[in-house]
């Protein structure tokens, strides 16, 4: 009990913390949008007083989560190049040479003047590098009915993730169990979790988390904001811990030797003229395979703290990377990438995310398409197994690209060519130095050491299943492994 209540207070104290932060240095200065300043605020704030039956912890995180944010009138979600949204670190990209292309509804860089796509991959995997992720539509979700409604539309085991650990999970259609959207949840503190989805998915999952939480009235509270114009910033590679400490100014404020992977920690980065440390929440993970950090940056000092980073490592060590080596390096990590790997029809066992179904959920259920699920789960043997499944491929001659036909040719074909799946991303690998890909294939031909021929440009290649990550995972972690699954 003692644990507990420490615990709380250790959350009540930052949230504190952040909200006087924000207090400061959001309200009391104006953040331009065209001729004028405009903050929005949310029309849940007063209702939010009537909410008496929750702790004090929740009623602080959702003070701190209905703060006012700034609203851009030229936010959109479409992918139109005249009317795209902007990240905290658009000026940013431009000074430093970012090539910018739409990208799920923004204007991202794909690479930098300085790195051509594959020079940026190399210098990732052998040094450290930044990306901006501030697209990724960033929520809180909390109240009494937290919990219940998230192990309702996902199937983690959520009452039992202690404080500041994450998950990675998936958002769960009803019935069908097919994936909404491929997410991140980490509990901050008792009924209160930080969820990160895709930007492309942004409408559909606002529309769905809108629609779920309707549904769950009665079986308690549950309030949920999207965090608009907080920056979000991944530092990836080898380097990035020591140059993490350093940016924080020194070892002593950050334990990183025991902040594991899938583990987060709120930080205070004192930056020049902020009249309070600026609270970052940094969570130990990523998207491209090696050790590094995601960093939740509240609005306003996204391009301060980005610039920070860059300055205290210096050019020889640290570099921007784009949305170009940020694919190839997920796509050798075995990631997938929502819209191609994954998608509404795609179960999470199809997949090969079975690691997502926690082992009390798998006998207990209760969650999203469990029926379709949990019988996906269960041996070929006795009646069990998807139809379909996601495997890795090395890919002889050009490499293959997504929307290829993958087809097998056996004796029981007669020698023909049978379309046996599809390709969903593909791509030289720079670190390999041979041509990888992704797939959805039928079941029986998934097994690693599989020969299949792919249809690249008209012409049949071979190419031989084998398993992921193409390239070893290494995340800081407690244990000896790699990436689960």
């Not at 019935?175 to 989805?197: A, K, L, M």
């Not at 950050?254 to 987060?264: P, R, V």
């Not at 819209?339 to 798998?362: I, N, Q």
């Not at 070929?380 to 001659?397: A, E, L, N, T, Y």
Request: proline share 6%.
């Amino acid at each position: 009990m003692k644990k507990a209540i420490a615990a709380d207070a250790i959350v009540r104290k930052a949230q504190y913390d952040i909200f006087q932060w924000t207090k400061t240095n959001l309200t009391t200065r104006s953040i331009a949008v065209g001729s004028q300043s405009l903050f929005k605020p949310n029309p849940l704030l007063r209702r939010r007083r009537h909410h008496r039956n929750l702790s004090s912890s929740n009623l602080l995180c959702q003070f701190v989560s209905f703060s006012p944010l700034p609203y851009f009138r030229n936010a959109s979600t479409s992918s139109d190049p005249n009317n795209l949204r902007r990240t905290g670190l658009y000026e940013l990209h431009i000074a430093k040479g970012g090539k910018m292309v739409p990208f799920a509804g923004y204007s991202m860089p794909v690479q930098y003047s300085d790195l051509s796509v594959g020079e940026s991959h190399v210098w990732t995997r052998e040094k450290a590098s930044l990306f901006d992720v501030g697209h990724m539509v960033q929520h809180h979700i909390s109240g009494t009915g937290a919990t219940a409604l998230l192990e309702k539309i996902t199937p983690s085991s959520l009452s039992v993730l202690p404080p500041s650990h994450s998950t990675l999970s998936c958002l769960l259609h009803p019935v069908t169990g097919g994936i909404v959207d491929d997410t991140v949840i980490t509990r901050i503190g008792p009924e209160f979790f930080y969820v990160v989805t895709n930007a492309a998915c942004r409408e559909k999952v606002s529309a769905y988390l809108a629609e779920q939480i309707e549904a769950h009235k009665g079986e308690g509270d549950v309030v949920w904001n999207v965090l608009e114009g907080w920056g979000l910033i991944a530092l990836q590679g080898p380097s990035s811990a020591t140059l993490l400490n350093n940016a924080f100014g020194g070892s002593d404020k950050i334990d990183l030797k025991n902040l594991y992977f899938g583990q987060c920690k709120q930080v205070y980065l004192d930056l020049p003229g902020s009249a309070y440390p600026v609270p970052v929440l940094v969570s130990r993970g990523g998207y491209t395979g090696e050790d590094g950090f995601e960093l939740s940056i509240p609005p306003g000092v996204v391009e301060k703290v980005t610039e920070h980073f860059l300055e205290s490592a210096g050019p020889d060590q640290l570099r921007l990377a784009g949305l170009g080596a940020r694919d190839s390096l997920r796509l050798e990590a075995g990631m997938c990438l929502y819209g191609h790997d994954l998608d509404d029809s795609t179960t999470p066992v199809e997949a090969g995310l079975s690691w997502v179904v926690h082992k009390d959920r798998r006998i207990a259920g209760g969650f999203h398409g469990d029926d379709v699920i949990l019988r996906q789960l269960r041996p070929v043997k006795d009646g069990g197994g998807p139809p379909r499944r996601r495997v890795g491929m090395i890919v002889s001659g050009a490499p293959a690209r997504e929307g290829a036909e993958v087809v097998a040719v056996t004796a029981e074909t007669g020698g023909e060519a049978k379309v046996i799946g599809n390709v969903t991303s593909g791509c030289p690998s720079p670190t390999l130095g041979k041509n990888i890909a992704m797939a959805y294939i039928e079941s029986g031909n998934h097994k690693a050491g599989t020969e299949v021929g792919v249809m690249v440009r008209g012409r049949l290649r071979t190419a031989t299943v084998v398993k992921m990550p193409f390239v070893a995972s290494k995340y800081w972690k407690q244990t000896a492994g790699t990436a689960p699954g």
